[in-house]
């Protein structure tokens, strides 16, 4: 049976919530459906493809794999949040520079995944880069300038060493 | 760093995507991310069975759930049925009398949400008698076996034999005949992005369809048929499209037609968004086949004659397997000089998900057994690899000049001998002779494969790709393309041919996705056919527009059109630029000078299509592509010798000859990724595991995709040799490497062990056992 809605409160992309949901609402139909954020995409609701990554407090989760109500009190950074207003995230702007992009469908998952990892290890090995998005897969373009775009990205961070 | 080629101000260097920003900032809208007001959700009921005779189907329970607004079955299509081409009509839009394949569609409901859907689903009831199947070709050309289409006898979907030149009298002539029987693995399309459609009817004479179709103008035609409609009521927008590889995004599936059927019935806007379970257990997957190839050659392994005969399952329905099976066929004559060449073809129908066209299409099943063996009496003939190929191959002919095979195949340009060359010496191939290959208990092998790819490719009918540049009176341009991005970058490219033609910049170019009530009629993204021909089409558009500003210029200037040019967003007279303009005030000359033109430039693909006659399918003669790329590739793997684990160095180079790469980038992109996710993955780790038509692996966690961490990183070499035509030179560069990877891989794992894994993917059990035996035969 289908429960009573319940409380939830939480930031995404800096912005305060107050939301009534259903208890088995993923957090990722919570944020395409009713928040609009459709830039988290659903490759297989398995927690298998990493295309609905997002970061809670900072750590990459695959929104599919987590409850909107297990957000509760968490601040959520999507896609829609990465970038400084015009100004792009240095990960994104390096998928673009280096052409790393092809359908698009796996790179917000991708930027999320990388966002996490350089928050916490800003320079990191080419393993601990592959590791990071070990969880993204890519049907495309290959992964190779994913990596490398990752690694300028992290270079550009820490102000050019 | 980046590379540069030819004299160009935009094309031949690295070009950032036009759709990059949108994409990496989540603002980019695929299919399932739109909404339109008063929305339903669709779902679809599927049959259980493989094989089965439908009695009855009762909806009335499903109807009267709260919630649900309409439900559809097969009658409501008043027996239509669709299929690739006039005799191969044969699959209805859901099942009306019989399912031939496990969850087959054959109802669908549109309520007011998913939830809902799917439950009404669960509450129509289908009454039906299971039917006994078959579920491999063998099983299928068997002698009484059940027949999948009661009028197909012996379950026969294709059937071709050729013959050229005297296959017979060569192998009796030759030093060496080998026969050896390879086969390929039942594999997915691979696309994270499962198929999703919005479609609604705005009067009851108008439909739109928006949906994630790499081919947009399959629905166009084929709706406005179901639904009886003149073309120009449907209108097909598309979103983008988060890859495709050929299949499922260019057909249609059940929900297509129910989204469209279930919008006409509620007057409301439906949407169905195929879960990636649905995806990867109905949707199109790649023919397994077993080919069995017999070669011969002279004492220097010089290739006299080939003998193929491919088997394949084609699923339950006829889909594309004549094209596949054509293709799988055709290019045996290619990269290689072969003077004898047969092929009989067999493809059968059976009770699992249709077979199609996927990435590589039909070449990588041949172009994998003819490569893999060729080693094979490189070893016998004690010939080094690199030799035997680059002996063989094709030259580049000369300008003017075209090679021609034994089965009418023609080719402008041919880089398979530098690609080879550049390939051998990116991995020091001759160094690597007698060096230690073991650690522990890791073993270290390298292999080297050559392969060909059909750029343009051009089919029985329509074929024309058209463009339209309409300059806006600000100097602004929109590009209307009947051509469809689907990740491989040819919005980008057509953006930057416009440009360059009409010698402005990148940014001055807004691309306009396929809406077909404004965009002009295209086949759609197969068979590496967008950049060759929609390039020819956005050169012509770009061209005629240019042609007639420049004849304003020329009156302004005082001078003739042919001594105006325009460059960097300036008009000038060539033999004294001085006398100049900048191109937004030329525009605006043009647009307001009494009585004002409106600048259209129009152009479609002419070249190559009519110059060398188009293929017969059943003949086995004439030209499937405009041109033709080459490919050379060295793979390194490491082998765990005790669990036979295969995994991909870093050391893995691919030279690609695309002609002339047009975004070095996107070149590079496209092969690594061509190479390693159909290619690679097609040969070490891909693999839908079947038991009596039902799928054991539907998911993404145990159908096994390679990710990051077993990526090697490719490098990836251009060769340029100008093909005559296309669009600037340039060919193929999606599907090369697709057919490269797999013989570059299973060579190097028999460098590695001395196993040869003939049928693939080399999985480590397959592996492992392979290991064994040979130990085994060793000891005794």
């Known amino acids: ?161 | 760093m980046d590379e540069t080629f030819g004299n160009y101000r935009i094309l031949g260097k690295a070009i950032p995507r036009v759709d990059a920003k949108a994409k990496v900032t989540g603002q980019a809208k695929y299919a399932a991310d739109i909404e339109v007001a008063n929305l339903l959700w669709g779902f679809v009921k599927r049959s259980p069975y493989a094989h089965a005779r439908i009695l009855n189907i009762d909806t009335s329970k499903a109807e009267k759930l709260p919630g649900v607004k309409a439900v559809t079955t097969g009658k409501d299509f008043g027996g239509f049925k669709w299929g690739w081409s006039g005799p191969t009509r044969d699959e209805e839009p859901l099942a009306v009398e019989k399912v031939r394949y496990q969850y087959e569609g054959v109802a669908a409901v549109a309520a007011v949400d998913e939830d809902t859907a799917q439950e009404a689903c669960d509450l129509i009831e289908v009454d039906y008698e299971p039917l006994p199947g078959v579920f491999t070709p063998f099983e299928a050309m068997e002698e009484g076996a059940p027949l999948v289409h009661e009028d197909r006898p012996g379950n026969m979907c294709v059937e071709y034999h050729w013959d050229f030149g005297d296959v017979e009298k060569a192998f009796a002539e030759s030093y060496l005949v080998r026969e050896d029987t390879f086969q390929t693995p039942r594999q997915a399309k691979g696309y994270l992005e499962p198929p999703a459609v919005v479609a609604y009817w705005p009067d009851p004479d108008h439909l739109v369809y928006i949906g994630a179709k790499g081919s947009p103008y399959f629905p166009y035609r084929i709706l406005a048929k179901c639904f009886n409609l003149p073309l120009s009521n449907v209108r097909i927008i598309t979103p983008i499209i988060g890859s495709d590889f050929g299949g499922t995004k260019n057909d249609m599936t059940p929900a297509d037609y129910s989204a469209v059927m279930l919008a006409k019935k509620t007057g409301r806007p439906v949407k169905f968004v195929t879960s990636q379970f649905d995806a990867l257990t109905t949707d199109l997957r790649r023919h397994p086949m077993w080919i069995t190839i017999k070669t011969g050659v002279t004492k220097d392994g010089m290739l006299k004659a080939t003998y193929v005969k491919a088997v394949a399952d084609g699923g339950a329905y006829t889909r594309m397997s004549p094209l596949t099976m054509f293709l799988t066929g055709t290019c045996m004559t290619l990269p290689y000089k072969l003077p004898n060449f047969k092929y009989d073809a067999l493809n059968y129908f059976t009770n699992n998900p249709s077979s199609a066209a996927m990435r590589g299409h039909g070449l990588y099943h041949s172009r994998f057994a003819a490569d893999v063996q060729l080693d094979m009496i490189a070893e016998e003939l004690g010939i080094d690899s690199v030799e035997i190929r680059f002996k063989n191959s094709i030259e580049n002919p000369k300008p003017g000049e075209v090679y021609e095979t034994v089965n009418e195949v023609h080719v402008a340009s041919c880089g398979m001998q530098e690609c080879i060359e550049k390939v051998a010496e990116a991995v020091n191939w001759k160094a690597r002779k007698g060096k230690k290959k073991a650690e522990g208990d890791k073993a270290y092998g390298m292999g080297f494969a050559a392969a060909t790819y059909n750029g343009g490719t051009k089919l029985s009918a329509h074929n024309a790709c058209a463009a339209i540049v309409r300059v806006c009176e600000d100097g602004s341009v929109n590009y209307l393309t009947g051509a469809t991005d689907v990740g491989q970058g040819s919005d980008t490219i057509m953006s930057a041919i416009v440009a360059e033609v009409l010698g402005i910049a990148l940014e001055d170019i807004d691309i306009k996705r396929v809406d077909s009530s404004f965009t002009p009629v295209d086949p759609g993204s197969y068979g590496s056919r967008v950049t060759v021909l929609a390039g020819q089409a956005a050169i012509n558009a770009a061209e005629d527009a240019k042609k007639q500003l420049i004849e304003v210029a020329a009156q302004q200037f005082g001078v003739k059109p042919g001594d105006v040019e325009i460059k960097d967003r300036k008009v000038f007279v060539k033999s004294s630029p001085e006398r100049n303009m900048a191109w937004e005030r030329l525009v605006r000359v043009a647009c307001y000078e009494t009585p004002g033109k409106v600048i259209i430039g129009r152009g479609y693909s002419k070249q190559g299509i009519s110059l060398l006659g188009l293929a017969d399918f059943s003949k086995g003669v004439g030209d499937i592509g405009t041109n033709y790329s080459f490919t050379a590739q060295a793979s390194e793997v490491e082998v765990d010798v005790e669990t036979g684990v295969i995994k991909c160095t870093d050391n893995n180079v691919i030279a690609h000859d695309c002609g002339f790469p047009l975004n070095t980038q996107a070149v590079e992109t496209q092969v690594q990724g061509g190479s390693y996710h159909q290619g690679i993955s097609a040969a070490v780790y891909e693999e839908f595991k079947m038991d009596s038509g039902q799928t054991l692996n539907p998911n993404l966690i145990d159908y096994k995709r390679p990710r990051a961490y077993e990526a090697p990183m490719a490098q990836v070499i251009h060769v340029l040799t100008s093909d005559p035509y296309g669009p600037f030179g340039a060919k193929e560069a999606s599907e090369g490497s697709t057919c490269s990877a797999p013989p570059s891989i299973v060579s190097a794992i028999h460098d590695a062990t001395g196993v040869w894994i003939k049928d693939i993917p080399a999985q480590p059990e397959k592996v492992f056992w392979a290991l064994k035996k040979k130990r085994e035969k060793e000891q005794k």
């Open chain 1, 1 to 161: 049976m289908k429960g009573e809605m319940k409380e939830l409160k939480l930031t995404v992309n800096g912005k305060p919530y107050e939301l009534k949901v259903k208890p088995e609402t993923l957090l990722v139909d919570l944020l395409r459906q009713e928040l609009k954020l459709t830039g988290a995409k659903v490759g297989c609701l398995d927690s298998a493809c990493g295309a609905c990554t997002v970061n809670i407090d900072g750590k990459a989760v695959r929104s599919c794999s987590v409850l909107a109500l297990q957000a509760n009190g968490r601040e959520v950074i999507t896609i829609e949040g990465v970038a400084d207003g015009d100004k792009l995230h240095p990960i994104q702007q390096a998928m673009i520079d280096h052409g790393a992009i092809e359908c698009g469908f796996c790179t917000p998952g991708m930027v999320m995944s990388a966002r996490a990892l350089l928050a916490e290890n800003p320079d990191p090995t080419r393993e601990e880069v592959k590791e990071s998005i070990q969880g993204n897969l890519c049907a495309d373009a290959g992964y190779v300038k994913y990596i490398e775009a990752i690694e300028i990205a992290a270079k550009e961070m820490r102000g050019g060493q």
